[in-house]
């Protein structure tokens, strides 16, 4: 079953239905499937959204049975990732969730009353941006940074890196917090991630981090958004471990990189010696590399 057809078995039969008989090519590039209270489904394709079903308004009632679907009945099981506004669902699909937050003690714990569900489709491109990883290892294997807005491919792009560098023959270690890059699934990657990669899920990416340089001795290792005070330290202290580095940020550009508190202490460190920015335009995505001085 291919990741499409996964996640169009959460939804109610008639939406299922409506979803598998548009064109083939038009599947292939649904990147969210969009479930709104009271409104008609979408889907993101190229980057804009467009109505599946136009008739047919989604009751509160379907996002609860596609909750219940996606956890296997088992929604209590998931509050915790709950509380972070996403679950993972088998085969590195991710249900992003929307409602009234549940709070205590001034921190979210859950959400109830659910509104919107947004599911994510995970790809494998093989080759993407291959010249390019070719291009910043010419002088030997290095620490690299790949930047996008969201939803340019900075995940994609990232398992392909893995996946060349692990079949190059380097030990690559995964830092998989939300278990995206990999979607391991009974023990085994769901994704092709290379031969020699070893991966940590669902544990955050500093803490992950640092398991993974003790106990699996990483050439290479690789995280998914730095996007914390914690991610950050975690990066500078891998780095002092002879481990290089490959992670992914939100930026699309080296300003964007500069303007940003967090970033700005990140270039400062001089860890990264490239970031490679991706840019989707009209549905085309290009590729560029910076050299960070």
Known sequence: MNKLSRAASMLPIALNGELLILPEAEQNRIEEIRLRAGQAMTVLVDGKEKFVAPEHSITVSE?????????????????????????????????????NAIIRSGAVCGIRNLSSLSVRIPKEIHGCASDELQKMLCHGLTDILIASPPGAGKTTCLREFIRILSNGGKRVSVADERGEIAAVSDGIAQFDVGKHTDIITDAPKAKAAMMLIRAMNPDVLAMDEISSREDMQSVYEASGCGVKLLATAHAGSVDDLRS?????????MRIFKYCLFIRNINGRRSYCIEELK
Do not use: D, P
């Not at 709950?82 to 590195?92: C, E, F, L, R, S």
């Not at 940003?260 to 400062?268: A, F």
């Open 260 to 268: 940003r508190k967090l970033y700005r202490q990140l270039m400062q």
């Open 63 to 99: 996002l609860e049975g596609v909750l219940e679907c996606a956890t296997g009945a088992s929604v209590h099981s998931v509050e915790a990732s709950m509380a972070n506004g996403y679950i993972n669902v088998k085969g590195g699909i991710r249900l992003g969730i929307c409602g």
